[in-house]
């Protein structure tokens, strides 16, 4: 089957770093995604790699290990704006398979 | 600006109910996806479309249908046969049926059954 964790909620402190890890295990593999997601509102693009290793941009940076099937999103100075969950997703064939988000707290 | 517009925003159901989601887009995207987010769970795939004319069923599509008649607009019918609707619906569309180019996203939809 297919398969994509992440953990469920994460706690940080504001001007801090935090790393949310996602693992996934697919039938395909088109690069993986990260997505942002506010609470009510629609996800929206952070960073994609098809490649291994580290993509940094500004605050954001994301790594992938496709032979670990592993990937990290790493944000630093951590801003009060950054509370929202965090949707890592896979390119398999014809769709993305979708993670089921990690919700980050960030507390002043 | 180009882009995806849902509508409406907020949806009420009651029991028994067909009620339709709009979805539009002028990004001249190939394919478009619905999908079903419930509290604390991932986005859960419902139906997508590759071409006009043409839409394929995705992970829940029982109690849901689409159509796909023109390559602006996808949209969603949620029917009596959906015994627990109460959702938020997201539409979204890629330029290419490949995922390497992701996804854009509409606003969605909360929908309510009362």
């Known amino acids: 089957g297919q398969n994509i964790d992440q953990p469920t909620e994460m706690t940080a402190t504001e001007g801090a770093i935090v790393q949310i890890n996602c693992t996934y295990q697919?039938?395909?593999?088109?690069?993986l995604f990260w997505y942002q997601q506010h609470a009510g509102e629609a996800p929206t693009f952070l960073s994609y790699n098809v490649l291994d290793g580290l993509e940094e941009k500004g605050r954001f940076s994301s790594f992938l290990s496709r032979s670990k099937g592993y990937s990290y999103l790493l944000l630093k100075e951590l801003q009060m704006k950054d509370s929202a969950s965090y949707l890592c997703a896979v390119g398999s064939n014809y769709q993305l398979i979708w993670g089921a988000g990690t919700k980050l707290i960030i507390k002043p | 600006d180009g882009g995806i517009t849902q509508s409406p925003k907020y949806l009420f159901r009651k029991e028994g109910q067909n009620v339709t989601l709009s979805c539009e887009q002028n990004?001249?995207?190939?394919?478009m996806y619905w999908y079903r987010q419930d509290p604390g769970q991932g986005l859960r795939l419902i139906y997508y479309s590759q071409i006009v004319n043409d839409f394929q069923k995705g992970d829940i599509a029982e109690g849901y249908s689409v159509s796909r008649e023109k390559k602006e607009s996808f949209p969603l019918t949620v029917t009596s046969a959906q015994k627990n609707p109460t959702a938020f619906y997201l539409c979204a569309s890629s330029s290419r049926t490949g995922t390497a180019y992701g996804y854009t996203f509409g606003s969605g939809t909360r929908l309510t059954v009362v």
């Open positions: 697919t039938s395909g593999f088109n690069g």
């Open positions: 990004l001249n995207h190939d394919a």
